[in-house]
């Protein structure tokens, strides 16, 4: 719904944008209190509601929060145009350059468990431990 009101925002069409904003912003107010808690994602798609109607604070402190919950979609918010507005505040920068480098270090850390081939490892000793085979150093068979 946020891809169609950012639309009707580039169309000139405001009113019809809003309208869809505080349907979306509703609707995910509506989940949290239904479920008794905030989903994962609810901190990203506030934020992501509050770009689409170009609320630069509450956009950013959303966006915060969300990354403060563990949201990591760097690349999609950096390609996504409602979004488009903001790369240039130095506080998007910033939050941005966290995602980024949190995002880089997890990168890293698989790419080194890969090449020391810890994946193959894990997966041998899960298959076994599921057929009742301990893999492990020392483990009597």
Known sequence: MQVLAYAHKQ??????????????????????????????????LLSQNHAVARNPDAALAALETAIDSGWREYYGVINDLRWAWLRDNPQFQKLMARVKADVDGQRA?????DAEQVFGTLLEQRAMATSG?????????
Do not use: C, F, K, W
């Open 11 to 44: 169309g000139g069409n405001d009113e019809r944008a809003e309208e869809i904003i505080e349907l979306v912003a509703q609707a995910l107010a509506r989940r949290e209190q239904e479920n008794g808690y905030r989903s994962p994602e609810s901190p990203g």
């Open 109 to 113: 850390r698989i790419e080194r468990m």
């Open 133 to 141: 085979m301990d893999t492990r150093p020392g483990a009597s068979h």
